[in-house]
């Protein structure tokens, strides 16, 4: 394991700088009235720090703007596409890479091959848009994640993990006919970017190759992962992030990636496979939405970019780094009395907002209502992850099914903020905290029909 002293700051200096400006508070309120109080709509010009996702917002070292210059461009049988295929070979181990422009065309691909309509497919927890694209091929998704990742208070590692008895009675009750593949998402990211164990990853497989059904990995945070095996899984302590990241994937038929997070650019996917047969069937899917099957939607540049970025993001000084200032973002907000889902994961700090705004009843969206008030107190943006994002319709007229976690989370861009950065973010829940009962909660006035929480609109109650 890598000594504590090596992390001590981090692991590179800055050598580009891009300015940011905080408005006034007069003028956050003003936006964010023009923004239909949903902070998607926002100019990021009006945001001071912004921790809306850690999702291709990530800032790219010399060497993968170097390596930029040598993008092959070539439409078909790019050198770039080979540089970037056998990367993913090296460190993630599969045979067949298929580029895609993110994560979510990855997951189409994937799912419109595989899924049935009526099929069911268990996760330990789909992302929200991983969700959305197993519904969109008729599909549902079936949370399997053990009951304690719904305790945001319980600190235990590995909260992501998926409880294989929930598994086993889905497979029971619905039958292997019905279950097209097995999906785990590491970092469980809907669950507060909770880790998943490699015991917890070899069991599902073992379960899984019983019935004969796939399992697939939801790769996004995998490095972040197997950075939480290496601290906490008895008998990684000596293995690299590069050994543990590989480990993972051989107890999995393929992944789907959105590279846009641990690989460090700010835009691209893949597919990974081992079975020739699958590969093969994706790939017209491929030429009719995404291009060429070497380039998927991405420049050859791009390629290169993300080559590089899958070698910089197992090294183990950076990753020790990166966690480490979630951590400290994650520990002055609990030492304050911010409600955090505990233990603090990888991507981001996730504050349990209906504990810190107990006067908001769920239908007034108390995670985007946080989202509202912080930005307006300190011009930070975070994402809400709750009923917004997550609420079903039930089967009574009018009835809602809420999730059962109301999050709202900071993510950490990578490599992007300093700590400072981070205290600014803590002072301002600390100024927020002697106000909470203030804070107004929200009332739709328009909303879309999928994925809505990207595009709704509010007024204050
Ligand atoms: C995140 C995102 C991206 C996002 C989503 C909603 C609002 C703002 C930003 C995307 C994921 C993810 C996992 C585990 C697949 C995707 C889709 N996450 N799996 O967390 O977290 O990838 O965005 O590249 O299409 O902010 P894609």
């Given at each position: 394991m890598i000594e504590k002293e090596r992390v001590l700051a981090e692991p590179f200096?800055?050598?580009?700088?891009?300015?940011?400006?905080?408005?006034?508070?007069?003028?956050?309120?003003?936006?964010?009235?023009?923004?239909?109080?949903?902070?998607?709509?926002?100019?990021?010009?009006?945001?001071?720090i912004d921790l809306l996702t850690d999702s291709g917002t990530s800032a790219m070292s010399n060497k993968q703007w170097s390596v930029m210059m040598m993008g092959d461009e070539s439409y078909a049988g790019a050198r770039s596409f080979f540089r970037f295929k056998e990367a993913v070979q090296k460190i993630l181990g599969f045979k067949y890479v298929i580029p895609t422009h993110q994560g979510r065309p990855a997951e189409s691909f994937l799912f419109k091959v595989l899924i049935k309509k009526g099929d069911i497919v268990p996760f330990n927890m789909p992302f929200d848009s991983t969700g959305a694209q197993v519904k969109d091929k008729g599909g549902t998704a079936i949370e399997c994640v053990a009951d304690i990742a719904y305790d945001s208070k319980a600190v235990v590692p590995f909260k992501g993990n998926i409880d294989l008895n929930k598994l086993k009675s889905v497979i029971d009750k619905e039958g292997r006919e019905k279950i097209p593949f097995i999906m785990i998402t590491i970092t469980n990211n809907t669950g507060g970017g909770q880790p998943v164990s490699m015991a917890n990853l070899k069991a599902v497989k073992k379960l899984a190759d019983k019935n004969h059904i796939p399992v697939f990995i939801d790769a996004a945070r995998c490095a972040e992962n197997a950075y939480f095996i290496q601290q906490h899984e008895e008998g990684y302590q000596n293995k690299t992030i590069a050994e543990i990241v590989k480990e993972q994937f051989t107890y999995a038929d393929g992944c789907t990636m959105s590279a846009k997070k641990d690989p460090l650019v700010n835009i691209g996917g893949f597919i990974g496979l081992n079975d020739e047969e699958l590969y093969r069937k994706i790939l017209p899917h491929i030429v009719l939405n995404e291009g060429f099957v070497t380039y998927g939607g991405l420049a050859g540049r791009d390629l290169e970019a993300l080559a590089q970025g899958l070698y910089e993001m197992v090294d183990d000084d950076y990753m020790a780094y990166r966690v480490r200032q979630v951590q400290y973002l994650g520990k002055q907000l609990d030492d304050i009395g911010v409600d955090v889902v505990k233990p603090v994961g990888g991507s981001g700090v996730y504050v349990d907002a209906h504990a810190f705004l107990p006067h908001l009843p769920l239908s007034q969206f108390p995670a985007d209502a946080l989202g509202v008030a912080i930005y307006v107190e300190a011009g930070v943006r975070g994402i809400g992850l709750g009923t917004l994002a997550f609420a079903k319709a039930g089967k009574k007229p009018g009835e809602v099914i809420y999730p059962k976690m109301e999050l709202f989370r900071l993510a950490v861009p990578r490599r992007v903020y300093t700590d400072r950065h981070m205290d600014v973010v803590a002072e301002g829940?600390?100024?927020?905290?002697?106000?909470?009962?203030?804070?107004?909660?929200?009332?739709?006035?328009?909303?879309?029909?999928?994925?809505?929480?990207?595009?709704?609109?509010?007024?204050?109650?």
């Open positions: 200096r800055i050598k580009v700088i891009e300015p940011i400006k905080l408005i006034s508070r007069e003028e956050r309120e003003k936006k964010i009235k023009e923004a239909y109080y949903n902070v998607f709509n926002l100019r990021a010009e009006n945001i001071y829940f600390r100024q927020l905290t002697k106000k909470r009962d203030k804070i107004k909660g929200l009332k739709l006035t328009y909303e879309p029909p999928v994925l809505r929480h990207f595009l709704s609109r509010f007024k204050l109650i």
